[in-house]
């Protein structure tokens, strides 16, 4: 196939082949940055919990009037005992916070004691000895809790217990040789002794202003005896969940009625919370995703109708041509070079364009660089569709009789 | 001239059914483009409203560092105050009207034993809180100076709630429990719930439920009630063991408010702030030079980002889909009023001139506008339906299509497409009479 003649003949439809080009690297910029960003709120929705996700709900306990921290204290382990003896619940435990909740206590952790600033941020979970075994985690490296160790504690309380566990992120982060169990750290209430590592806990918030110290917990062996709420954390048999987070509310009101469970997120699976926590990422996906296919479909529409109006424009050429001994395979031929040239220019400006609009979305949102996969994964599809969306046209051109060369128009 | 116009419509109508195909791409395209952008336009507008219009200069957030260079976010304060602060604030009383506020979750006790108890969320804060916010009332009125002072159990409640308690009577005076304590109703608000709630920022409420209770501030205190929303220690660790200590510590969770009226007085309390800093510095408590803000509304929901970023970034990639569409147009016009050189070279063969040209495919292009708005004004309503996909429910729910959102639908189909027609317009008035009589 010779280029030549063909470029000379866009000289001639300077302004069309402009417009397609334009279209196509418009198309590219946009549909190459949102396929980017659907890629990341994806990888975002994919970090594992480390939780047993499927058999675990949580219920939001607020208790109503006035009590003192000891009665609160006292009621809360009525409670543990009235959710433990539901059928097809396997464990119990309670925390001031749990993974993906959106928000809670965080707090700074120091090697040294007198340490100007934080060596990390990290989530404080509360918890007792039924912590682990509840959410399922796994304990890699010290002991966990002994029930002796728990201590009840009020929010305005120092933060100060003998003994911690972290997590293997925060573990890494602080002693990184891999030795953190007998370790002294820093809290805010003083010096305490990590006793166990557990490997994969996630952070109650997944936003970005937490992406700092995500992973990183520290998991303190405290029941958290306030009125404002406390979170009772269910695993359940496989297959018990749903009949277990119906039991569950109102076991607690039949044994103490003067509290408040609210009817709309106070029960909560574990598939609700996820969904909950990623809704912006889920969302943002969803809205890349329905633009890309539309300015897709957009793009192809137009390359279809131009090429239509071409092929119309040029029939008497076409028909010239046959009579002169081409065939249906040059004319077809013909078409698709065309507009693989125009697609090629396009593409070319389209991926400077892409650049850009990278640039400017990562200093104004600071997302992150676009990566030359996208680029390339970008001009394939466009390059495609553009053969795709001339196909049509291009048949019927080659289907023009030779007739035609001796019709006037 | 007006009949012209017409004629030239009505052209356009009957050039529209000619081309089938072509017309049915532009039209689709334009909608698409047109509904994409009302949509997430739609959202932008429900999130970066001004939620006070007819206050927002005159309300002023205070901020004061009381962390310091080494402790800080970036230079910046931190957006909220400790009791110390917030109280010399109120002591001070620099500004016409001032206002505390932190947010409260206090449990109601229905009278009736077999009703459940149920949580209702709101704010302790000033008298001044109803003015300064030109809270409405729908029975009775916020509570005054008397009785912050006499830390007074007195409570003002939402409409939602007085129906809720008493079937929507007038409740003033009458009395209700919460968290086992008894307070006298003042005021029932209206339906009231400014969005983004520019007060409440702090607590990451600009989009929560609408409040349904507020309390003395004074009172809260005295009866140590603890915030239900944020608290914001930094990393020094001055934070206190127990309630007293914690409302002398560091950390910060009350949101100041003050009204001031003029720039005078603007200038005026910032000179005071700075002042105050300085007190503190020489007390001891501050080691570092004053680093204090006063940020009215506008600015100060900037710098609380109100606007989730999600809805500037989709925006943007909308505005930019729409500008393909009409490239798309611009070409798909093209091509279709080329299409007819034969026909305009006749037309100008019989003496129309270039300004007739213009008219009539200008006119031609409105209708196609006007077709691509009216499918674009069916995509966006179908697109509103669907928003709750792709925002959080609580923003999605903010976002609606009302009469002006309509206008400007249509008004951007047709203004969108006739500025797109412009070129192909252009090409089609060049069309030579002469040249094309010859070539037939």
């Known amino acids: 196939m010779q280029i030549k003649p063909i470029l000379s003949a866009l000289r001639r439809h300077k302004a069309g082949t402009f417009l397609i080009a334009m279209q196509i690297a418009l198309t590219l910029a946009i549909v190459c940055n949102a396929l980017f960003i659907i890629q990341q709120r994806l990888a975002h929705l994919a970090e594992p919990s480390g939780l047993d996700e499927p058999n675990i709900f949580v219920i939001q306990n607020e208790w109503v009037g006035a009590s003192t921290p000891e009665q609160l204290d006292a009621k809360m382990r009525e409670d543990l005992g009235v959710l433990r003896a539901l059928p097809g619940v396997q464990d119990v435990t309670l925390s001031n916070s749990y993974p993906l909740r959106g928000g809670g206590w965080d707090d700074g952790v120091k090697l040294t004691a007198d340490q100007v600033q934080d060596t990390t941020g990290a989530t404080i979970y509360f918890a007792d000895e039924r912590f682990i075994d509840t959410l399922g985690l796994k304990l890699i490296a010290g002991r966990n809790f002994r029930a002796e160790e728990i201590t009840p504690m009020n929010v305005r309380d120092r933060l100060g217990p003998p003994v911690v566990m972290v997590t293997k992120a925060l573990a890494d982060k602080l002693f990184p040789a891999g030795d953190a169990v007998g370790k002294t750290i820093y809290l805010v209430g003083g010096p305490t002794t990590i006793v ?56 607690l009101f039949a044994h103490n009625p003067r509290r408040v469970i609210n009817d709309e997120d106070g029960v909560l699976s574990f598939k609700e919370v996820r969904a909950k926590a990623y809704e912006r990422d889920r969302g943002m996906a969803i809205l890349m995703g329905l633009i890309c296919v539309t300015l897709l479909a957009i793009t192809a529409a137009g390359i279809v109708g131009l090429t239509s109006f071409w092929v119309g424009q040029r029939r008497k050429q076409i028909g010239v041509r046959r009579a002169l001994g081409a065939t249906r395979q040059d004319i077809l031929e013909y078409f698709l070079t065309e507009n693989l040239l125009i697609s090629c220019g396009g593409a070319l400006f389209g991926v400077l364009l892409a650049v850009a609009i990278n640039l400017w979305l990562v200093t104004r949102f600071e997302l992150h660089r676009l990566s030359l996969v996208y680029l390339l994964m970008g001009v394939v599809i466009l390059l495609l569709l553009g053969q795709g969306a001339v196909l049509a046209p291009a048949m019927r051109a080659s289907r023009v009789s030779p007739v035609e060369a001796t019709r006037s128009v | 001239m007006s009949g012209m116009f017409v004629h030239n419509l009505r052209l356009g109508v009957a050039s529209l059914r000619r081309n089938p195909l072509l017309t049915t791409l532009m039209i689709m395209s334009i909608g698409v483009g047109v509904a994409a952008s009302m949509v997430t336009y739609a959202v932008f507008r429900a999130v970066s409203g001004d939620p006070i219009p007819e206050k927002s200069a005159q309300l002023f957030a205070p901020q004061i560092d009381n962390r310091g260079p080494q402790y800080n976010h970036h230079g910046e304060p931190p957006d909220a105050l400790n009791y110390t602060d917030a109280m010399a604030l109120m002591r001070a009383h620099k500004a016409p009207r001032q206002t505390l506020l932190f947010q409260v979750g206090l449990s109601v006790m229905p009278d009736d034993p077999h009703k459940m108890p149920f949580k209702a969320l709101g704010y302790a804060t000033y008298g001044d809180f109803f003015t300064m916010f030109d809270v409405p009332f729908q029975y009775g009125s916020g509570w005054g100076a008397e009785e912050d002072d006499a830390r007074d159990a007195v409570v003002v409640i939402s409409r939602s709630l007085n129906k809720k308690l008493f079937g929507g009577e007038n409740s003033v005076g009458r009395r209700i429990n919460l968290d086992d304590r008894q307070y006298r109703i003042v005021g029932v608000t209206e339906n009231w719930d400014p969005k983004p709630r520019f007060f409440d920022m702090f607590s990451g409420n600009a989009y929560a439920m609408p409040s349904q209770v507020y309390i003395p501030f004074t009172h809260a205190v005295a009866q140590k009630i603890d915030s239900y929303g944020n608290n914001n220690c930094g990393m020094d660790g001055k934070r206190g063991e127990d309630w007293d200590s914690w409302l002398r510590g560091e950390c910060v969770w009350i949101s100041p408010w003050v009204e001031l009226d003029t720039p005078e007085q603007v200038q005026a309390y910032r000179q005071f702030l700075d002042g105050y800093a300085q007190e503190q510095r020489r007390a001891g408590r501050f080691n570092w030079a004053p680093n204090n803000r006063l940020r009215d509304v506008p600015a100060w929901l900037d710098s609380e980002h109100a606007v989730p970023p999600e809805s500037r970034i989709s925006l943007s990639l909308a505005l930019g889909f729409l500008v393909i569409c009409l490239v798309n147009t611009i070409g798909l016009l093209l091509a279709k009023f080329m299409r007819r050189a034969p026909e305009i070279g006749v037309r100008r063969a019989l003496g129309a001139s270039r300004a007739d040209i213009y008219r009539q495919f200008l006119a031609e292009a409105g209708m196609v506008g006007l077709a691509g708005g009216l499918l674009g004004l069916v995509l966006t309503a179908l697109g509103m339906l669907g928003i709750g996909l792709v925002f959080e429910p609580q923003i999605a729910k903010l976002a609606h299509l009302d009469f002006a959102l309509v206008l400007l639908t249509l008004l951007l189909a047709v203004t969108a497409t006739v500025l797109a027609a412009f070129y192909p317009t252009w090409r089609a008035a060049q069309v030579q009479p002469a040249w094309q009589l010859k070539s037939n």
């Open chain 1, 196 to 251: 166990g590592v557990v490997d994969l806990l996630q952070a109650q918030s997944v936003d970005r202003w937490a992406q700092s110290f995500a992973y990183r917990s520290v998991i303190v062996p405290k029941r958290l005896a306030i009125s404002l709420g406390v979170f009772y954390i269910v695993r359940t048999q496989p297959g018990q969940l749903d009949a277990a987070m119906r039991a569950a509310p109102k076991a």
